[in-house]
């Protein structure tokens, strides 16, 4: 009985550590032209999970990793006002990829030079010093050219820190880091 329950245990601890695991879902389109995008338009990804500002955080650290790879970053404040004059759109209203018109996506082009423009969404964020390391963060986003709407990325990542931080630029570098 004794060993039963111990391998029981066994089990258990192993399945809740494999469902934690750090993961990188990248998947790009094969019509994709990464030689010629120099420029990426990043918006603020919505917040989710249990750390506050957890969108800010993962937009930070996904901007990071975009110019770590020698693309340049186009400042979400340039976005936001070609969006209230083309959609209308407000602070802390919602957007999504389905708003990006051609019409939007041509004078975010326009405008901002950048050839894509990036969106996306904390799914899971927490810290808990009862774990090592203490902070998890897993965000999805989406990359979108501006010339034709296609889109060109779908990524999924998460990661582990020692603060969200920490947690979000390892998760931003392993997802970007399989781009170009």
Do not use: Q
């Not at 010629?36 to 800010?56: C, E, L, P, T």
């Amino acid at each position: 009985m004794r060993k039963a329950s111990a391998f029981i245990s066994l089990v258990v601890l192993i399945s809740s550590i494999t469902c934690i695991m750090p993961t990188s879902d990248v998947v790009v389109s094969p019509t994709a032209d990464f030689s010629a995008i120099i420029r990426v338009a990043v918006w603020r990804f919505r917040d989710g999970g249990k750390i506050a500002n957890s969108g800010d955080i993962s937009t930070t650290a996904i901007e990071s990793a975009f110019m770590e790879r020698r693309f340049g970053v186009i400042s979400y404040s340039m976005i936001k006002e070609i969006l209230s004059v083309e959609i209308g759109y407000r602070e802390g209203m919602a957007f999504d990829s389905g708003m990006l018109t051609p019409r939007v996506l041509s004078r975010i082009y326009d405008e901002t030079g950048a050839e894509a423009i990036i969106i996306g969404a904390v799914s899971e964020s927490w810290c808990d010093i009862g774990w090592l390391p203490p902070c998890r963060l897993a965000a999805s986003f989406k990359m979108i050219s501006t010339a034709s709407g296609e889109l060109i990325v779908s990524a999924s990542a998460s990661d582990e820190g020692h603060s969200a931080e920490s947690a979000a630029l390892k998760m931003a570098r392993k997802a970007v880091g399989k781009i170009r």
